[in-house]
Structure formats: C-alpha cells, structure tokens
C-alpha cells in the first residue's frame, strides 16, 4: 500500500482486531522515512498478515506492541526486517506459536539491543528460526560474568519441548556478536544487563524498585518518589535519558521507569519545602487554591465569570468529588460542564456536590449576577462575587446602509455583551453577502437583505435579524 513511500513520516490508524491473508503484507516497507509504527491492536492473526510491513524502515525507532497470543503461520515473517534503528524489541506475550511465525522478524536489525522474551513452551516447526540474525549489536554468552550478567533462555520460563524434528530455534542468533548462534531449549545464555542507579529525590521517599538495580534485561521495576510531609514536587518536564524517564505525575508523586539501553544514572529533582496545594485552582496569576492561599473576592462586571478546578494533582486520593461543595445565593447558576447536564440553579440560598469529570476537572460557571462561597477539601472557603450580562439584540446594529465597504459586527455590536465564547451562526440570507469568521459578522452591503442571525452560548439561543436598505 505504501511500498517505497521514502518520506512517509505520518500514518493512518489501523483499528482492525482481526486479520485477514496477507492483509497487511509489505504495507510499509521501504518507508525509510518512518520512525513511528502505527498501532496494532489485532488478537486474531491470519496467515502472513504482517509478513515484511516495516522491511528496510531504517528510521524506525518505536515498534507497535503485538498484543496476540495465538500466532498464525508466518504472521511475524520478515515484519522487522533491517530496521537497523530499532534498539528495542516489542513484548510478544504469545504463548501458542504458529509455524514460521516469528521468522526472520528482526533479521539485519543491526542497532538493536533488548530482544523480547519468548512465553511459549510448545516449539513447532520454524518458529524461531533467524529471528535475530544478524543483529550484531546484541552481545550473548554461555557464561556468566561482570559484563555478561542478565539471563535469557527459551522458553523465558517452564519446561520448553519441540513439537517435532523442526528448525525451531535454527540460526536464531547467528551473526549476533557473542557465543550463541543456535540456542538450546530450556539452556540459560547470558547478554549484557543494563544498570540504573537513581539519584537525587531529597525530602521524598522512594518505594516500589530499588534506586539500584543492575542486570537488567528488558523492564526496570518502576520506583515512586513521595514527598515528605510539608513537602512537594514542583512542575517539571519528563527527564529522559537512554530509555529510562522520571516523570511527575503530581506535585505528590513521581514515578522512575524503562527499559534502559545503556547504563543510567538519573537525577530526580528534590521535593520542594511547602505543603502541595490541595485543589489546584486556575486563576488569573494563581495556580492554586490550598490554605496558604489568601483571595479577596473577585468581582467580574461586563463578562462571565468561569472557575476551572483540576483534581488530577490533587495530594493523594483524599478528595472526592463529593468533597466539592457549592454554596450559592439566590439567583446563582452553577453548571460543571460546557452543556448544562449538571446545571444546578439556586432558586433559595443553599449548598450542593458538584460533580467532578471523568478528567478529573469540574468547570464551574455562574450564569448571573450573584455571589458564590467555594469550599474546598482543605477547609477553606472563598467568595465569589459575579456581575454577568445578558446579550440582547442591540438596535443600531439592526441597520445597515446599502452600499459602501465591508462592514464587521462582533458579538458586542449584536448583542451587547462581552460573553464571546458562544457560537455566532447566519440562520438565513438571500445574497449570501454576509459571512462569519472569528465569531464576527462579516457583511458586504452590496443588495438589500435580511440576514438571520443567531448566537448560541450554552444552553441558550440569542437572535438578531439584520438588514441592509
């Protein structure tokens, strides 16, 4: 399909979970260009659906995963084949193998480094055949030693037998550079283990993995740094360096993890002294709303007012959504999506949970003039106070005089208001002489007209008609 495509970067998504005969048979080969594989989500394979597909992708850096574990005949064959970028094998969690399916897969694949684990116990005919010839930067030995320190046999584990008289392990390292060229059934070799030693991580503790581990040969066991009390991980861009990433997953935890492809040693930035915030809380310069905080009531005349609360750096797990509460005076209108499903209206002063979405964020909105008490989960309360307009079709935008240049309308000139985050719309017109661009009304007065004009914000509709005589 995309044969010799040489700067192809971009593909499409292939969403299909079963195969068919050769479906997907030299689809990408000699894209040199492509450094990133599409995904593959198919659990049913068929004969040859993925013979040769990345052939000769010499910039190809990321595998898909290969989530089957039953195999079909040759549907591996070839699939790799001098990808001589490729440093990591993907996991093959296969445990029922098919002739001929894993053949030649990364033959000439001359940078990789971590080759994948093999499940299967039952061996049939071919089916590990060359599968890592030529992969000359993949170091193996029969003995143990310093540098030759991380364990790999086939099957990874159990009791491996051959189905029959078969090639099934035949010439499956020859030309790597180490001493096994065809490996044994149930035999230990040895390659170069990587190590990770942590550094860094003061005022927090780390749990899960060690800070160091050594002869690794494929997943590092991730480590989990949390702060120290009164302490917290300020914002920070993933770290990555040779496979291995710290990355922050709040201003409570940060996590350690990879397949390392050299030797690392990695710094994780210290936790910073203050307490984290509990509700994350987007304001006009402030990040933030914990009790350290101190807000004077925000007033807003002329435009909406919208309060946007992020739960996903929230310190553990401690506030729920049930946690959030509203107080709202007579006259408030809260809502915590974009469509008002969740629209609560205080006809009396009173309290209500306001629900948190699916991503962890709850968009709280106040439709009118009125004030509102935030309460948080760390107990502190904060008063709002809004002052909203309403749009209302404005006359002396209702006229245009016929003739002259292009004359613009904004959502101000229709409708009076400054609430420009709705969706301004021609419902109707004869000449097709007005446009909208940039939620503005674009009119060229050319002929007489009536143009229908509509703006909708939320729930609600607001009309206009305009006319040009």
Do not use: W
Request: aromatic share 8%; hydrophobic share 35%; proline share 5%.
């Amino acid at each position: 399909m995309f044969h010799g495509c040489t700067s192809l970067v971009s593909v499409p998504a292939l969403s299909a979970t079963t195969m068919a005969e050769r479906c997907c048979a030299m689809m990408f080969s000699g894209c040199t260009s492509l450094v990133n594989a599409p995904a593959l989500p198919a659990t049913t394979l068929a004969l040859d659906c993925y013979g040769h597909m990345f052939e000769n992708c010499t910039s190809l850096v990321n595998a898909p995963d290969l989530p089957a574990t039953t195999l079909a005949e040759s549907c591996y064959n070839n699939m790799f084949i001098n990808c001589t970028s490729l440093v990591i094998a993907p996991d093959l969690p296969a445990t029922t193998v098919g002739i001929s399916c894993y053949t030649f897969m990364f033959q000439g694949c001359t940078g990789l480094l971590i080759p994948a684990e093999l499940p299967a116990e039952t061996l049939i005919h071919n089916c590990y055949q060359a599968m890592f010839k030529g992969c000359t930067s993949m170091k193996f030995s029969e003995n143990k030693d310093e540098s030759y320190n991380a364990g790999y046999r086939v099957p990874k584990s159990g009791n491996g037998t051959i189905a029959d008289s078969s090639n099934a392990l035949d010439e499956m390292f020859t030309g790597t550079n180490g001493a096994a060229f065809t490996p044994a059934i149930n035999t230990t070799y040895y390659r170069v283990g990587y190590s990770v030693n942590i550094t860094g991580g003061k005022n927090a503790t780390a749990s899960g993995g060690s800070t160091k581990q050594t002869a690794l040969s494929r997943e590092m066991t991730t480590v989990t740094f949390t702060p120290d009390s009164g302490y917290h991980f300020a914002e920070f861009d993933d770290i990555t360096k040779d496979n291995v990433t710290v990355h922050r997953v709040s201003n409570v935890e940060v996590r350690v993890s990879g397949i390392p492809t050299a030797y690392v040693e990695i710094a994780v930035p210290d936790a910073a002294e203050g307490a984290p915030g509990k509700v994350p809380f987007t304001e006009p310069g402030q990040r933030y709303a914990s009790s350290e905080d101190n807000f004077a009531p925000i007033a807003s005349s002329g435009s909406i007012k919208s309060l946007v609360l992020d739960f996903s750096k929230v310190a553990g797990s401690e506030v729920k959504p049930s946690e959030l509460r509203m107080t709202g005076i007579k006259g408030s209108v809260f809502t915590t999506k974009d469509k008002l499903r969740d629209k609560k209206s205080f006809k009396t002063t009173g309290g209500v949970k306001v629900r948190v979405n699916k991503d962890m964020t709850a968009k709280i909105i106040c439709r009118k003039s009125g004030t509102a008490t935030l309460t948080i989960a760390d107990g502190n309360t904060y008063t709002i106070t809004f002052k909203v307009q309403k749009p209302k079709a404005q006359k002396n935008a209702k006229i245009i005089p016929k003739g002259g240049s292009m004359v613009i309308k904004t959502v101000r000139d229709l409708f009076g208001t400054d609430i420009d985050a709705g969706e301004l719309t021609i419902h109707k017109q004869k000449h097709s002489q007005a446009t909208i661009s940039d939620n503005k009304l674009y009119v060229d007065p050319k002929e007489e007209d009536k143009i229908k004009v509509r703006y909708k914000y939320l729930d609600k509709k607001y009309k206009i008609t305009v006319k040009v005589k």
